[in-house]
Structure formats: C-alpha cells, structure tokens
C-alpha cells in the first residue's frame, strides 16, 4: 500500500493534569497556579489571546466599572506594585494591556492553544479521566477540568427575525471589530439599554450623524466621575494594598467600602438625600456607595424606593424633554436588582437634536429589514446597526459544551430547569470538574477578579487535596448540591432581586429555565463556607 493512502497512525491523546477552558482573568490564574504546584496543563482558547472579556469587548466607551486599583489581580504583590494605572476606571485598551502584561510575566502563553475552542468533555469511568475535544481536531486526556469560559461570553442577538437581510453593517458589542468602527456621517440604530450600550451611546452620538435608540427596559445609571489619577494616589493605594485587598475579600460585594449601619427609612428625608447626593457627586464614588448605602435597599422596597425615586429625579433633571426623561426612567423593577450602570453623559446624550430614543414598550421591535428596523408603529432607516442585547450568562459557556458526565449525562439536561451546583463549585455526576465564576456564586455581584482568585485558589487546592491524599476522584454530593440549590433560592427571596427580569434570572434568553442564578450571600461569607467545606476535609463532597 502506498504511504499516501495509508491511514494514520492511531495516537493516543496527550495527558495533562489539568485541561483549563478560557484564558480570560479566571483561566490565566488557574493555569499559573496549577503550574505552580507542579501540574501540567493544557489552557484553550477561542480568541487569539488573553483576555477574555478584555479581548472581545471593544466597543467605544468600553470600561470597567470598578476602580481599576481593585480590578486587578493581588496574588503577586510584585506584580501589584509593578503595575501602573491611569485613572479611575480602566479602558477595555488599558485592562488587555493589563492581560498581556500578566501573560508575559508568568509566560503563560507557552500552555495555551488559542484559536481553539473546547466543544466536547466527556467522562471515562474506567481510567477516571476526561476526554477533551476542541474544534481543531485536539483530544486530551484529563484528570481535571476547570472551566473558566466566563459569566458573561456567550453573546446573544435580538429574537427578531431579519438580521440576516440587513443591508448596512452590524455590529455585536461583545464580537467588535479589532481596528474599531467609524461612524462619521452614518446614521445608527443601538439595541439595548444595559451596561454595554450605556457606555457606546455617548461616544457613538459624537460621530454618527444621527443615532436611533431602540430601548425595550431603561436601566438606572449613576454618573462615574472617571478621572485620570492625581499624583501620589496609586502610591497611596500600593501602601496600603495587603490592607485593601483583605477587606475586599471579606466584604460582600469585593471591594472595600463601609459597611452600612442604617436603614434607609430610619433617617429623616434630609439625611438620605445627603446620601445620596454623596453617592452621585463624589469623584470617588462607585458601585459600592449605593449598593451599600443603607442596610434595606436590596431588601425593602420602601427603602429601594428612596434610592429609585433619587435616581429618577436626578434623570428629571438632566433630560430636557419631558416625554424623554419619563422614558428613561425606570419604573418597574428595584434599582440595583439589574446591574447598576456606571455612566459618562449617558443621559446628558438624550438631549442631542440627533439622538432619538424608541420606546420598544410602546412600539416592540418586529424585525430587522434589508433598510433598518421596524417596530410595531414604523421602519427606520439605518446605515449600521449596533446589537448590545446581552448574553446568555452564566450558564451559555458550559452548557454550549458537550459536557458528558457518569453514565453520559449531558451537563446540559441536567441543567435544562436551572444550573444545580454545591457551591457554584462542582456538579453531582461530572466528578473532577470545576467551574469558576459560575452560576450559584456571588462573582458576578461582586468585583469579578475578588471572586475568580477564591476560586481559583480553591479548586487548585482541591485537585492538590486528591494528589496528595492520594485519590483519583472528587465529585459534589447530590445532597449538598440540592442543599446549596435550595439555600441560593432562599437567600435570593430575602431580597428584592427575584423582582427583576434580569439576566440573573435567565430572563433574557427565550427558553431558558428561570432560576435566580447568583448566590447573595455575599463574596466574604461565601468565601468562609468554601473555607470551612475544605478544612472539614471537603464536606459535602465525595472521594474517592
Ligand atoms: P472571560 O473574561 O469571559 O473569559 C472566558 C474566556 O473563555 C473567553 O476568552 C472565551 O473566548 C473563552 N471560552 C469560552 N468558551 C470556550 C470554549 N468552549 N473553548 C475555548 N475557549 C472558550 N466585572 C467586574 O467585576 N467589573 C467590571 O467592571 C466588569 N465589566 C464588564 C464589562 C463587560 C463589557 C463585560 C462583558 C463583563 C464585565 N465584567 C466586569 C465581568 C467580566 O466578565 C469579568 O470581570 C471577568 O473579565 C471574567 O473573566 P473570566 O476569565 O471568568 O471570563
Ligand atoms: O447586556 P444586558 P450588556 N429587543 O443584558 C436589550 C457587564 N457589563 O452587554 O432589559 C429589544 O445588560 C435588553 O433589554 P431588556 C454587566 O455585568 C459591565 O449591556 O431585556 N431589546 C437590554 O437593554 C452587565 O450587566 C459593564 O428589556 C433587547 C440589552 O439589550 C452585563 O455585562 C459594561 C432584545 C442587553 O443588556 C451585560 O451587559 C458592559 C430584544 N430582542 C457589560 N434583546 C461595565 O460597565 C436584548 N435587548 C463595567
């Protein structure tokens, strides 16, 4: 037989240690501290580097919402003190360069495939390993996965019909072109009114020649006051680091900030509104002054009202036109049970004669057409057409996986009427698999980088706990699982976020279960279950 038509040999896939999926934040720390204690490692990547949230999300006015001293790694105080910010909240630009720095000082990219994405993990009971596959044809061995594919990275279009057909360009938030999108003289359609396009609005209304804003919920936002640092400030902060990052991790939403002592309705109306004032006019305010102004604003809605009604308020006052400004101002759910926006004249942007706001509520949107889109009252005529609509959260990464657990249960049904998880953690039937910053945690209610060092800090301790004792599985409980399912319900009921139609709850994507997908006990506490579940030799799971 000739050489060419011979059919290649049979290799047997490569064994690691760990498989890790995603290089963002969460799966460039995994990889780091599993290699530090001796694993080996194989990380895949979809995008073409680091980043993750960083590298896809480039969209104008892209930026963090947290200070960018505590948006930042704290494992190697080096690394902290070596890093150099610029302002308050860090561009999308300066947080990838954060990214790639990290990934050149731990040579982090010798173990990452990149441009490949990981579309099946399936279980082998026999040799209690997984079999990784990826789209570009790898298959690995595994004694673990730790899936780090994000909260936030499965992006989602409108549940219209008709994107397909549209003559002009569009554009996802979440997939922006690498060398950016001039809008100069085009007229533009956004869709969306979350955290996203709060941010694109402002900066694509100063180039476009017009811009048409479909918005079907308004979202609450508070202004960022975003400043380049004064001199000293960083230096200020890099003394007291060890200090700051302690009180980041036992706090409840990751980041320092006092914790409230009074109810909003025990002070008279003077002293809220002087609160208040603070939290919207102080150059160093942020996310963590409102969320924890007062001790009842995510749990009474008398108390929620106050800070609600402040917020409108001040929208009232910034909108000119009268029918515009009600529009903005959201009426039908708590503020802060969406995710609060953190914005640079997003509502002075309304008052622009070329800004024009569609109530999707009044006229829903029907379709996209090959000219633009048209809702139940009109087409508009559109040259380009930004999609910020959002992800499917939390869940979509894992569950658009081929996850194949015991018995080859898909990850995928057994989660078909909600993420089931102990601890956000690991999965009953998928045995040495890990999520990070997953459903059933506080993560994506706190300052996203607090958590994902918690996690990865203890799944690299788990897997070294099995090594070490010398097992070959760890697997969640069923009862702790169920146990854990049935505390996130009943902690999420004491509050008001259950109110929203939010994507904590899988509202946004049709079809999905409605589960109430964050656990609100908050980032410190939650962090000393996982403590304690570890130091009582990993209760609730099963060795073996
Ligand atoms: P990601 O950064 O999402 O990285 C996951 C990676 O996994 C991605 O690169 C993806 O390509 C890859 N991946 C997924 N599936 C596969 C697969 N099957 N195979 C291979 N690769 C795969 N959090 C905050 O705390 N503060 C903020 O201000 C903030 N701002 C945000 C702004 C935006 C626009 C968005 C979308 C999110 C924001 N977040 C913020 C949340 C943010 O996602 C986290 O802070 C953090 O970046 C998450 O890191 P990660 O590594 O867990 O996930
Ligand atoms: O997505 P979203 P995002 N027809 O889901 C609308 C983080 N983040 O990318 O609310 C019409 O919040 C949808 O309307 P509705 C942060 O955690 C942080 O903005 O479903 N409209 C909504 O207005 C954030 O929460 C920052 O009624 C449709 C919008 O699209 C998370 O990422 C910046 C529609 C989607 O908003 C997600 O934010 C960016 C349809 N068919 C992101 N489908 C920071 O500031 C969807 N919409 C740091």
Redesign the pocket.
């Known amino acids: 037989m000739s050489r060419s038509l011979a059919s290649p040999a049979r290799t047997e896939p490569r064994e690691v240690d760990v498989v890790v999926?995603?290089?963002?934040?969460?799966?460039?720390?995994a990889l780091h501290r599993l290699r530090q204690q001796g694993c080996t490692v194989q990380v895949?990547?979809?995008?073409e580097d680091?980043?993750?949230?960083?590298?896809?999300?480039r969209?104008p006015g892209?930026?963090?919402?947290?200070p960018s001293m505590d948006?930042s790694y704290s494992f190697d105080p080096d690394l902290e003190q070596e890093w150099e910010w610029t302002e308050k909240?860090p561009t999308?630009p300066e947080?990838l360069r954060y990214a790639q720095h990290v990934a050149d000082r731990f040579d982090l990219r010798r173990d990452i495939r990149f441009r490949?994405?990981?579309?099946a993990t399936v279980w082998n009971e026999d040799r209690a390993r997984w079999s990784v596959r990826?789209?570009q044809g790898d298959e690995v061995s595994a004694r673990f996965v730790v899936?780090?594919?994000?909260?936030?990275?499965?992006w989602k279009t409108p549940e219209v019909p008709g994107l397909e057909s549209f003559r002009g360009a569009w554009y996802h938030?979440?997939r922006w072109p690498h060398e950016g999108v001039d809008f100069s003289g085009r007229r533009v359609g956004v869709i969306g009114t979350g955290?996203?396009a709060i941010?694109a609005i402002p900066i694509i209304a100063q180039q476009a020649a017009d811009l048409t804003v479909f918005q079907r919920t308004p979202n609450f936002a508070i202004p960022a006051h975003n400043h380049p640092f004064a001199a000293g400030f960083q230096d200020g902060v890099k003394a007291r680091y060890r200090e700051l990052r302690e009180q980041a991790r036992v706090s409840m939403f990751?980041i320092a900030v006092p914790v409230p002592e009074r109810s909003a309705l025990e002070v008279d109306p003077e002293e809220r509104r002087r609160v208040y004032d603070r939290a919207w006019n102080d150059p160093d305010n942020g996310l963590g002054d409102v969320y924890a102004a007062f001790t009842d604003v995510l749990v009474d809605q008398a108390a929620n009202d106050t800070a609600a009604e402040y917020v409108r308020d001040r929208i009232r006052e910034i909108v000119e036109d009268p029918d515009t400004a009600e529009t903005l101002c959201p009426k039908d759910y708590p503020i802060l049970t969406k995710r609060l926006c953190?914005a640079t004249d997003y509502y002075e942007t309304y008052n622009r004669d070329d800004v024009h706001l569609v109530d999707l509520r009044r006229s829903p949107l029907v379709e996209i057409t090959p000219a633009g889109v048209r809702t139940t009252e009109r087409e508009y005529h559109l040259d380009d057409l930004v999609l910020a609509t959002g992800?499917d959260a939390l869940t979509g990464?894992l569950t658009?996986?081929d996850i194949r657990g015991r018995g080859g249960q898909r990850l995928k049904d057994k989660w078909a009427a909600g993420p089931r998880s102990y601890l956000g953690l690991a999965v009953a039937g998928f045995p040495n698999t890990f999520i990070?910053?997953g459903p059933q945690t506080p993560?994506?209610l706190?300052?996203?980088?607090?958590?994902?060092e918690q996690h990865v800090e203890w799944i690299s301790d788990a897997i070294r706990h099995v090594a070490e004792h010398d097992l070959s599985t760890i697997e969640a409980h069923p009862g702790s699982e169920d146990a854990w399912v049935a505390h996130t319900r009943e902690v999420a009921g004491t509050t008001l976020f259950p109110r929203s139609n939010s994507w904590y709850l899988g509202s946004n994507v049709e079809g999905k279960a409605r589960e109430f997908m964050v656990y609100l006990g908050g980032v410190g506490p939650y962090r000393a279950k996982c403590e304690e579940v570890a130091a009582k030799g990993y209760e609730g799971f099963v060795l073996g």
Do not use: K
């Not at 999926?21 to 720390?29: D, E, I, P």
């Not at 680091?50 to 999300?57: A, D, E, I, L, Q």
């Not at 899936?147 to 499965?154: E, I």
């Open positions: 999926v995603g290089a963002g934040f969460a799966g460039m720390y895949f990547e979809t995008a680091v980043g993750g949230t960083w590298y896809w999300n969209y892209a930026r963090c919402d947290f948006y909240y999308q947080i490949t994405t990981v579309n990826t789209d899936h780090a594919s994000g909260p936030l990275s499965t938030t979440a955290s996203s941010q990751g953190v992800f990464a658009s996986i990070i910053g993560t994506v706190s300052n996203v980088i607090v958590s994902i």
